[in-house]
């Protein structure tokens, strides 16, 4: 981090600031220059705050050179992070998953079937969500802790771990057999949520919020980093611009710069970012090619009644045809980099 003094700056507060600074654990290089004195500071400067030194009034401007994302940054782990979501389900580092189920449970005959049918097509990992955050209080809201039974129900029948949005911490105690916890992107924010889940012993998935920037992304994972959990995995699902044909824009450069900044697993949801189903196929496989760990995919056995999110839900049998394109599309894309 870099900061540049005023020109005017007194002796006095000039070292009450280097003081401070090194009370802080850094070291201080300072150059002094004909007009203006610059302030290096080496060491992690993670908990630094740039708006306080900013207001300061010998303070000129304040420049970070290094992120504020320590865990997840890839400069201290230039590996990629590899874990398991779910029993021998690795992601991470050219391990792939396909998490495939509907928008919400439904009920036991849907959530099982659906289940069955997306295991069959070469899924990995089970979605539906038990607590629903919709825009509408109408709308429906989720079968709740139901749902999380009938999860367990069709996780037991296929084998396949499950996935599911915890919405408020005050449900934690409900989701001791979920295998990945997903925090939703109307949630990437909720920082009481982040900390407590950094205390958890499972793999938590964050999606990024509609208006968030990969920085503020990456420093959501960092909350549940800090906390010792280390097995963070980063979604892309879509954030909102300007065009309003697609229910968000599918920002697929997320994939490369993500990987770029962070040691992370990143996922892409193409549902929710396209809310159109016919789109759901073509900006999946743009996602395995752009070089996602994985992919989140809505899929209902009858999108015209699901009671959410229908309209951007494709069928199993799509599904079955997408799921077999992504591994040809991994195979052809293993045997070009090894050329
Ligand atoms: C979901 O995956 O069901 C969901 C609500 O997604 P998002 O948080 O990305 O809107
Ligand atoms: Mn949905």
């Known amino acids: 981090m870099i900061i540049l003094l005023k020109n005017n700056t007194k002796n006095d507060e000039l070292q009450s600031l280097i003081e401070w600074l090194k009370n802080m654990g850094l070291d201080v290089h300072i150059s002094e220059g004909a007009e203006q ?3 290096g500071l080496i060491g992690d400067t993670s908990r630094i705050d740039t708006d306080l030194i900013q207001a300061l009034d010998i303070v000129e401007s304040v420049k970070r050179i290094q992120e504020p994302y320590k865990n997840a940054n890839r400069k201290f782990h230039p590996d990629d992070s590899i874990f398991e979501v779910g029993k021998d389900n690795l992601i991470g580092g050219g391990h792939f998953q396909i998490i495939a189920g509907p928008c919400s449970v439904e009920n036991e005959e849907q959530i099982c079937t659906i289940a069955k049918d997306v295991k069959k097509s ?3 990992i089970l979605r539906g969500g038990a607590f629903k955050p919709r825009t509408s209080p109408y709308s429906f809201q989720g079968l709740r802790q139901e749902g999380i039974r009938l999860l367990l129900l069709a996780k037991k029948e296929t084998g396949l771990p499950i996935i599911t949005e915890l919405m408020d911490l005050s449900q934690l105690s409900l989701f001791d057999e979920v295998d990945v916890i997903q925090v939703g992107a109307r949630n990437m924010q909720n920082f009481e949520m982040l900390k407590e889940l950094g ?11 509609m208006s968030s920037t990969f920085q503020e992304l990456l420093m959501s ?8 959990n280390e097995r963070v995995i980063l979604c892309e699902r879509g954030i909102r611009t300007f065009e309003t044909y697609t229910r968000n824009t599918l920002d697929i450069s997320a994939v490369p710069v993500l990987k770029e900044l962070s040691h992370l697993p990143v996922v892409v949801d193409p549902s929710h970012a396209t809310g159109m189903s016919r789109m759901v196929p073509p900006m999946a496989l743009a996602a395995t090619a752009a ?6 995919v809505e899929v209902h056995n009858d999108p015209a009644h699901a009671l959410c999110d229908g309209p951007q839900s494709i069928t199993p049998e799509t599904f079955d045809k997408l799921a077999h394109q992504v591994k040809s599309l991994r195979n052809a894309m293993n045997a070009a980099l090894e050329c």
Not at 199 to 209: A, S
Not at 221 to 228: D, I, K, L, T
């Open 199 to 209: 205390h958890c012993d499972k793999p938590i998935l964050i999606k990024r919020g």
């Open 221 to 228: 994972a960092e909350y549940v980093m800090s906390g010792g």
């Open 291 to 296: 070089g996602a760990d994985g992919l989140m």
């Open 122 to 124: 070469g899924a990995t």
């Open 37 to 39: 004195t610059l302030l």
